[in-house]
């Protein structure tokens, strides 16, 4: 199967968005035979969210129909007079919602991206699209199509987890703002539109894949090797582990199942993995623990530069768990300006990377004198001789082995500041 990345599809902001949420990484076989067990067929638990609905709407109520399942998701499929009016999905919410001002209505996404609530509203969403078209400014036919892409995208996820689901319970509400809903869908349009999309998914032979996952690079040479200059350049800049597949589905050409089925190829081949992604930050203020703590100002900054954003987050997880600060950058062409600006203590590095590799960057970092004494400390899952002598001679203090190791990051943070500490500063 052949997919042409072009890069005219992308947009400079759109790839700023992968950067607000974290993600959570598993093996992408792991993550697949979960998922292959969970072929709907319409699954028994789902055949009760299915009579729950078409009760609601028999009755005619108001309010929601919740949804929950054993892996922590919960869904509310929103009602009035028995005909669906929105949907959520708590665990990628903001981010749905993100796609969708985006696909539908490009001009009003980044200005709506800012708006900000008082506090949590499970209608929050719906409320800012009740005020666009009290004011007119979206026409009619705009709200239909994001309203039923949200409603049919929460169904099939719903589909896909169906069989982990663990309580169906409907709520009877009087919600004022459901009072005069935009537009009204039918549940039976709903139900067919949702279980046909799953159907095609299960068609592809697809149902060991979410699109809700991301995918990322893990063998750039081998995928450099096997695709065109354009194509790679595109993947590239396109597939770091932070957007989802749906997200990449408006970025790229051809439907959801055809740009799924290139990238499960890729990841067959063993160009890429999958991880899933963390939703973006609520649009109200969130809280810390209190027994959460920033690292203080007098702490130590740790910088990495790998363009595995996946990497970053593990190894930043294991870095601020220290009590250091912690930053990192994805691009290694600006990485050096990144490094100059922000001063850090001690650097990690990745060895393999496009354009500028690990064995590069050190080199360039030692040639400034600012940086002449800074402990760097190379990351790379190709832990051979030649590579620990190439790394030795560009200057590099140290060599570490990946998947990072916990108490082989912290160990080698605190010996070599300790001995940075000692050493006159140039």
Known sequence: ????????????????????GKSESFPSSELRNTAAQQSAQLHPSFIGVIDALEESAKLQKDGYLEIATLSGNRFQLFFRLGRLVWANDISGRFRRWD????????DLAPQLRRLQAKRPDALWEYKVLLKLSQKNCLEREIFESLIRADLVEVLFDIVYCSNEICETKCISQKESILSNPICLFTVSSILEEGTEQYRKWEDAELVGFSPTWSPFICSYEALKESVSSKTYQVIVQLIKGELSIRDLSLLLPGDLQSITQTLVSYEQQGYLEFCTLEDFPPPWPVIPPEDTQAPGEDMPLIVCVDDNPRNCRELGKIVTSGGYRYLSIHDSVQALSFIIENQPDLLFVDL???VINGHELCSKIRKMSAFKEIPIIILTSNDGVVDRFRSKMTGATE???????TTAVLSAIQSHLAYAAQSPKT
């Open 1 to 20: 199967m052949n997919l042409h990345f072009g890069s005219e599809l992308m947009t400079e902001e759109v790839l700023s968005q992968g950067s607000e």
């Open 99 to 106: 796609r969708l001002l985006r696909q539908f209505c490009p």
């Open 352 to 354: 393999v990377m496009p």
């Open 399 to 405: 060599f570490l082995s990946k998947p990072a190791q």
